[in-house]
């Protein structure tokens, strides 16, 4: 059982727009939500990570917003770049167990046109 | 780069054989975890290594085993392999036991036949 639904499947934005990819879960007891930026060959690299005692974090072009109430959070690339161009997952762990063991989605996989 | 070192990058074998996958941790991380990633189950926790001592346990195989070595590499240890074992393995490593901040390594990608 997927423990962390992840939608799209893929994703085409057109460079400078916006591109936007959501989760949900059901496991009330996570408590660390991260993104990560997987490119083509390589493993996949954090990008960024949110608690959820907070609504939205911010890092540059890239924002979670989370709702706890409705078990969902998701990803918004502002002014997409070709080079944002990869598969995006997101996931989920909790405390008590180890904050290592990543619950992933199944993975975006974001196309920037030039 | 990541810092965390996989070999071998591919290797092909046939089933019922036994494979081993070396990770070398970024210097200083104590942590090592396996994580598998297949087109059927996604990216999957397989086991986590902490200084040595096994740590936490995901959906590992009894086929699949795992250590973590005084100079902190670990192995993953894959035997009578199957067909559906053909996935890519990631090791990723961190500094402290309990975060989600892992950095991952590029892959050992295994092809049964």
């Known amino acids: 059982q997927q423990q962390v639904k992840q939608s799209p499947q893929s994703l085409i934005v057109q460079k400078g727009g916006i591109s936007i990819i959501n989760c949900a879960y059901e496991n009330t007891a996570f408590d660390y939500f991260p993104w990560y930026q997987q490119f083509p060959g390589k493993g996949p690299a954090l990008l960024i990570a949110i608690r959820p005692d907070v609504s939205e974090k911010k890092e540059g072009r890239f924002t979670i917003s989370f709702n706890k109430s409705a078990k969902q959070f998701s990803l918004h690339i502002m002014d997409s770049q070709p080079g944002d161009s990869a598969t995006y997952f997101c996931?989920?762990?909790?405390?008590?167990?180890?904050?290592?063991?990543?619950?992933f989605g199944r993975g975006t996989q974001l196309t920037v046109w030039p | 780069d990541s810092g965390v070192t996989q070999t071998p990058k591919h290797l092909i074998t046939a089933t019922g054989q036994r494979v081993t996958l070396r990770c070398s941790p970024r210097?200083?991380?104590?942590?090592v975890y396996w994580y598998q990633q297949s087109l059927d189950q996604g990216l999957q926790f397989l086991i986590q290594y902490y200084n040595g001592e096994e740590r936490a346990k995901g959906n590992i195989l009894e086929r699949f085993s795992a250590q973590q070595f005084p100079d902190l590499h670990s192995e993953l240890n894959l035997s009578s392999l199957e067909l559906g074992d053909s996935a890519l393995y990631f090791c990723?490593?961190?500094?402290?036991?309990?975060?989600?901040?892992?950095?991952f390594g590029e892959g050992s990608r295994l092809t049964v036949l």
């Open positions: 996931a989920a762990s909790r405390r008590g167990s180890t904050l290592g063991r990543l619950y």
């Open positions: 210097s200083g991380d104590l942590s």
């Open positions: 990723a490593s961190s500094v402290v036991v309990d975060t989600g901040e892992l950095f």
